[in-house]
């Protein structure tokens, strides 16, 4: 497959459980971004990696959020003890590199919901 | 705050009727500004990205248009079918010196049905 690939496409759990969502880049993007969407609002960033430089994690919501990104390509957002106000789409995109004029391409979003 | 507005929130058209979306945003200055497209259930699709000298950019039956000076954007569509019924979302990014933050702004989306 060519485009960004996400994992699992629908998870639901129970409050206070830890998920872990996974995002394939398209081979070759060095950007890797993910976004927060909530029924209604538009994306919220959370958190962007380029290449081998410190991630920017000024958009994750509380310290229950974290990412990683390994070898520089595949990522994985983690949520600790899970809450209902964090269910949402979770979309990753990449781009070739963080250049103003990249496009960035989306996958189709892991959908969370906690009960 | 930098903020993007779109409106309307909604739109309704008959199938072979054309429409235009609108952006305003207070992004300034801006690098460039993005439509994107987002089928329900799918991630978005970049439609058009124009930096801040363009002023207007097409994509087949899209086309859109900026204006630096009001902070507007518009995307028009012509001859809509019923495969452009989806959420059509504006981005703007802004200018910045350096560092990693990613800063992009999106609106809430226009979500637009084509009705046969």
């Known amino acids: 497959g060519a485009g960004v690939s996400q994992s699992p496409s629908n998870k639901v759990t129970e409050k206070g459980k830890d998920v872990e969502l996974r995002c394939d880049p398209i081979s070759g993007h060095t950007a890797l971004y993910w976004y927060r969407q909530s029924l209604g609002q538009g994306l919220e960033f959370l958190i962007y990696?380029?290449?081998?430089?410190?991630?920017?994690k000024s958009g994750l919501p509380s310290d229950r959020f974290s990412a990683e990104r390994t070898g520089g390509s595949v990522s994985t957002l983690t949520i600790q003890r899970t809450q209902q106000e964090d269910s949402a789409v979770y979309l990753c995109a990449s781009s070739p590199l963080r250049g103003d004029n990249q496009p960035q391409h989306f996958g189709d979003g892991t959908r969370l919901s906690i009960l | 705050k930098n903020q993007v507005e779109q409106s309307p929130q909604s739109l309704i058209i008959l199938e072979g009727k054309n429409c235009t979306l609108q952006?305003?945003?207070?992004?300034?200055?801006?690098?460039?500004l993005r439509w994107y497209k987002q089928d329900t259930g799918r991630g978005p699709v970049s439609l058009t990205i124009?930096?801040?000298?363009?002023n207007t950019k097409s994509n087949g039956r899209y086309t859109a248009t900026l204006d630096a000076d009001t902070k507007q954007s518009s995307l028009h569509i012509t001859a809509s079918q019923l495969s452009d019924s989806a959420s059509y979302i504006c981005v703007v990014s802004p200018m910045y010196s350096g560092g990693g933050a990613d800063g992009l702004t999106f609106g809430k989306g226009t979500h637009l049905i084509i009705q046969p």
């Open positions: 952006c305003n945003y207070t992004v300034s200055p801006f690098s460039n």
């Open positions: 990696f380029q290449g081998n430089s410190a991630p920017d």
């Open positions: 124009m930096t801040f000298s363009e």
